[in-house]
């Protein structure tokens, strides 16, 4: 019983502590936002209706919560959140949009039906709507004043939050011209690396393509985090990620083979995945995707995700989930040979 109430106590004060590194993650992504003209991009919510929000800017303020259904905080603040569209009124338009990182229109549907929510919801298939507000945590909350400007960016359900909705009701209408652009659409789809120049955690640089080394790549997409948080509320995805890891580590030696394991910058900063590496001893060179720029370009919303190219950069392979790394890099023309 002591260390159960030992453990309890532990869990609660570490609460605040994730809360805190929650709240200056999505203010330091906010930094570069708060003041700046909205992206009037269109959204079409799971039910399969259209929000302009090019429309409503100058005329409504607009709440934006970027969530998840793995996402423990998220869950716990939707209360607070179903209350506020509830009670938003005519001046006020508040949007879920779910992250789309390890989820899916089908378990979005299903925790709508338990919980009841009446809010519309947007899936970010792709993720550009993430890169538009430079999404790096969940849930992150962004307002946007009548004026069409951004006004707040944050993690948490506090007296800052309330402050900036009502202050964005108040916000006057847009003055004429202030339009963002809409940023462009990801890459799913490629069938060849591009000519890509990736710095490492180590200070290198990785090349991809023309005139990277010509020989076969293999880009493993992945989340620190993965096996630890998602291990009670998505245990195959956290057991998935755990096989990959493991394989990766087993054949980081193949002669031939060009290794780099891309890191999502959702809930991670350098520090996060350099101590993971340290934990597992990864062998294989790591870079950050802070801004997602990577995941949107090969079109990855799910980790693991392995992408296996051949010395002429064409993509031959793409595993995700649980798959067998072992048996593809056998398949895949030039690994194993010594250079």
Known sequence: MRQFVLLLGLYLLAMPLWADSGQQRAEAAGRGLV?????????????GKTIDLGQLYGKKAVYLKFW????????????????????????LAVIA??????????????????????????????????????LRVTP????????GRIAYVGHQTNAALEAALAAARRAPVAPAGVVATAP????????????????????QVFRTGAPAPAQPTVLVFLS??????????????????????????????????HWLGIASGLWTDRDDLEGWRRKHRIPVPLALDAD????????????????????????????????????????????????
């Open 35 to 47: 003041g700046t003209p909205a992206p009037p991009l269109v959204l079409t919510t799971i039910d």
């Open 68 to 91: 998840a259904t793995w996402c423990v905080p998220c869950r716990e603040q939707m209360p607070h959140f179903e209350k506020t569209y509830e009670q938003a009124g005519p001046e």
């Open 97 to 134: 949009i779910d992250v789309g990182f390890e989820d899916s229109v089908a378990q979005v549907r299903k925790y709508r039906r338990e919980v009841g929510l009446k809010m519309p919801i947007v899936f970010d298939h792709d993720g550009r709507l993430g890169e538009a507000f430079r």
């Open 140 to 147: 992150q909350h962004v307002v946007i004043g009548r004026d």
């Open 184 to 203: 462009a659409s990801g890459g799913a789809g490629v069938d060849r690396l591009p000519a890509l120049a990736i710095s490492t955690l180590d200070g």
């Open 224 to 257: 620190p985090w993965c096996e630890s948080y998602l291990a009670d509320s998505r245990p195959e995805y956290a057991e998935a990620c755990r096989r990959m890891r493991e394989q990766v580590t087993a054949l980081a030696a193949t002669p031939g083979v």
């Open 292 to 339: 997602g720029a990577l995941f949107r370009r090969f079109g990855v919303m799910h980790v693991p995700t392995v992408l296996l190219a051949d010395g002429q950069g064409r993509i031959v392979r793409r595993l995700e989930g649980r798959a067998d790394l072992a048996a593809a890099l056998r398949s895949l023309p030039g690994a194993g040979t010594r250079r």
